[in-house]
């Protein structure tokens, strides 16, 4: 597996990726709209040319926050997520960032797993914060 930044050419297999996990998906124009975001750092895994799954995060003044992780399903279960946190973590670190949140289902169990197992804590609750259906999210936090 290798790590990538996301360009042009990922954005058409990123937004298909979007409408499979999310209820609320990043459409193509949000998704090319972050390659040149400096803010911004998108990273997509690749085996081969196929796209695994990607992995984007802004960083403001130090502060890291994840927007989306995001595997297909046939490649779950295999440490790609895994991958994917880790490199954006070392992003932000290279980035001089303080810290990196960010927010989960409270269903997703085998994502929250992975973040405590990576170090992260929950720093709280965020009500109704999803929708279709409505659940409640996770904080997680992560400092350096």
Request: net charge negative.
């Amino acid at each position: 597996m290798q790590i990538v930044s996301m360009t042009a050419e990922h954005v058409l297999r990123l937004a298909e990726l979007e409408k499979l996990c999310f209820s609320e998906p990043w459409s193509e124009k949000s998704l090319t709209e972050e390659i040149d975001n400096p803010a911004a750092c998108f990273l997509v895994a690749m085996q081969q040319d196929e796209v695994l799954g990607y992995g984007g995060m802004h960083t403001v003044l130090g502060e890291s926050y994840v927007d989306n992780i995001a595997v297909f399903p046939e490649f779950r279960g295999h440490g790609v997520g895994r991958t994917l946190m880790a490199a954006l973590i070392e992003k932000a670190r290279e980035n001089g960032g303080v810290f990196i949140t960010l927010e989960v289902r409270t269903s997703n169990l085998p994502a929250i797993a992975m973040y405590r197992s990576l170090g992260f804590t929950e720093a709280g609750v965020r009500r109704n914060f999803y929708t279709e259906p409505r659940e409640d999210a996770l904080i997680f936090t992560l400092s350096f």
